[in-house]
């Protein structure tokens, strides 16, 4: 059974940082792209960044870029979002997906349950 853990959310003050990580049961976890999305409240989930199974190809929202890391440990089968420079907009849940590289939830097959980032102007 694929499971996704995300971890590493919280409430921070705008222009701080956070890491968010993304545990995945996964056989042949470098097969796979991982993504991640968020959510806020009473709008779609929207893409954030994606990484190929290798990890060298990355991908991000034109809202993120330069600010946001995506990086991932195959070993570990661990992905990682670094968030710097947080903003107020950034306040949503993020979700951590598995699947073909891309940039709509519907190419990822594997979701986790989310944890929640609050930034505070």
């Known amino acids: 059974q694929v499971q996704l853990v995300e971890s590493g959310g919280g409430l921070v003050q705008a222009g701080s940082s956070l890491r968010l990580s993304c545990a995945a049961s996964?056989?042949?976890?470098?097969?796979?792209?991982m993504g991640w999305f968020r959510q806020a409240p009473g709008k779609e989930r929207e893409f954030v960044a994606t990484?190929?199974?290798?990890?060298?190809?990355?991908y991000y929202a034109a809202s993120v870029k330069g600010r946001f890391t995506i990086s991932r440990d195959n070993a570990k089968n661990t992905v990682y979002l670094q968030m710097n420079s947080l903003k107020s907009e950034d306040t949503a849940v993020y979700y951590c997906?598995?699947?073909?590289?891309?940039?709509?939830?519907?190419?990822?097959?594997?979701w986790g349950q989310g944890t929640q980032v609050t930034v505070s102007s």
């Open positions: 996964i056989r042949s976890f470098n097969g796979y792209a």
């Open positions: 997906a598995g699947g073909d590289f891309g940039v709509t939830p519907g190419k990822y097959a594997f």
């Open positions: 990484i190929n199974g290798s990890g060298g190809t990355t």
